[in-house]
């Protein structure tokens, strides 16, 4: 007796997308999500499909990255049409801002390696003030420089979630929220999950759960080594066009206020917001856009990212014999959601995933 060939732990960004790309297959497939009490990093997420200034030290992801970032224009319009859901898909490319003359000059490295390891696939080019205030005519004249790739975009993140799990509904699979994951037990053909509901059988399993895959992994023999990372948020009112392109610091979302955000702090599993560090936001945020001075903030939030050692994902399956389990970790959710879905969950039916992902096992923390 089983519930489902495949259970995936996990109903965030990176579980909806892997759910919604194995029932797009027609595989059997539930979803377990813990509910609106877990700590959701898809709840903080900027929206960003980024490129710039990610890999340069670790090609697999630089590549990775750009993969989806590709897939992404005929992945949203495949929600879409799905769903009738609009996750606000704007991919025209994206600014990074310089802040001091010697960030600039340490972006400009960064990126000549980027773009190095990434074959000149990655485009990018350092702008003037003339170029800069053509492309952002609001933006301070003042700061040191800017950095355009078209490579780069943003979504909506709450209707990319709401788009993914509705996708995964249309498709066929199952989804049961309240289902908090207790134990693990593996059985000769597959695995029993105790919840707080009851137990669950899978012959298959796919932990997807954020950073409670540091728990889970152990159980199936895995490893996910990761720590959580709170970033805060500020959105203001709704305002009339100010940006044009999405950056990691301000954001114009499709309704019109302006997110701003980019904060990084080690505070265990605490996802409040201080005033220290929305003011810092807010300080920023003006330096940067000198027009929000007078407008108000109407919310304000913490959120926590989901990191591994040096950042990137990890991506491990058990190679031994017996059920297979696969764990998967990433902070990146909402820019890999399109390689997650269309790329990564097809390899789950194969015998191993795609030797191209070896770089992300949690092996490189102990070589």
């Not at 490319?93 to 390891?117: K, T």
């Not at 003339?130 to 975009?153: F, K, M, T, W």
């Not at 959105?235 to 950056?247: G, H, M, Q, V, W």
């Not at 959120?303 to 050692?309: C, D, I, Q, T």
Request: proline fraction near 6%; charge should be negative; hydrophobic fraction near 40%.
């Amino acid at each position: 007796m089983r519930d489902s060939r495949v259970v995936v732990i996990g109903g965030g960004m990176v579980g909806a997308a892997l759910g919604y790309g194995l029932a797009r297959q027609g595989i059997e497939t539930l979803m377990l999500d813990e509910g609106d009490q877990g700590l959701r990093a898809a709840r903080g997420n900027f929206g960003l499909l980024w490129v710039q200034g990610k890999g340069a030290d670790f090609p697999a992801y630089a590549r990775w990255t750009l993969d989806s970032c590709r897939l992404w224009p005929d992945f949203a319009a495949e929600l879409t049409e799905l769903t009738g859901i609009d996750v606000q898909f704007i991919q025209r490319g994206g600014i990074h801002y310089c802040l001091d003359e010697p960030e600039l000059e340490a972006y400009r490295l960064e990126l000549a390696q980027q773009a190095a390891v990434s074959d000149g696939d990655f485009e990018f080019q350092f702008l003037n003030h003339g170029q800069l205030a053509r492309l952002e005519p609001h933006i301070n004249v003042n700061i040191p420089g800017a950095c355009y790739s078209p490579n780069d975009g943003h979504v909506n993140p709450l209707y990319l979630l709401r788009a993914l799990q509705a996708g995964f509904l249309a498709k066929g699979g199952h989804y049961r929220p309240r289902h908090h994951v207790l134990n693990i037990e593996t059985t000769h053909n597959g695995f029993v999950l105790h919840t707080e509901q009851g137990p669950i059988r899978a012959e298959q399993l796919v932990l997807a759960a954020g950073l409670d895959n540091h728990r889970l992994a152990p159980m199936v023999g895995l490893s996910q080594p990761l720590t959580p990372q709170r970033g805060q948020l500020l959105i203001t009112e709704r305002l009339p066009k100010l940006l044009n392109y999405p950056s990691i610091y301000l954001r114009q979302t499709g309704e019109g206020s302006i997110q701003i955000g980019d904060s990084s702090e080690q505070v265990g599993l605490d996802d409040g917001n201080t005033p220290q560090v929305m003011a810092q936001l807010a300080r920023r945020a003006i330096s940067l856009l000198p027009a929000l001075r007078h407008r108000n903030i109407v919310r304000g939030w913490g959120a926590l990212r989901v990191m591994s050692p040096d950042g990137y994902p990890v991506y491990e399956q058990n190679l031994t014999q017996g059920p297979r389990a696969h764990a998967f970790s990433s902070h990146s959710g909402v820019t890999l959601a399109a390689v997650h879905a269309l790329t990564l969950a097809p390899m789950l039916m194969a015998p191993r995933l795609s030797p191209l992902l070896d770089a992300f096992t949690p092996q490189r923390f102990k070589d």
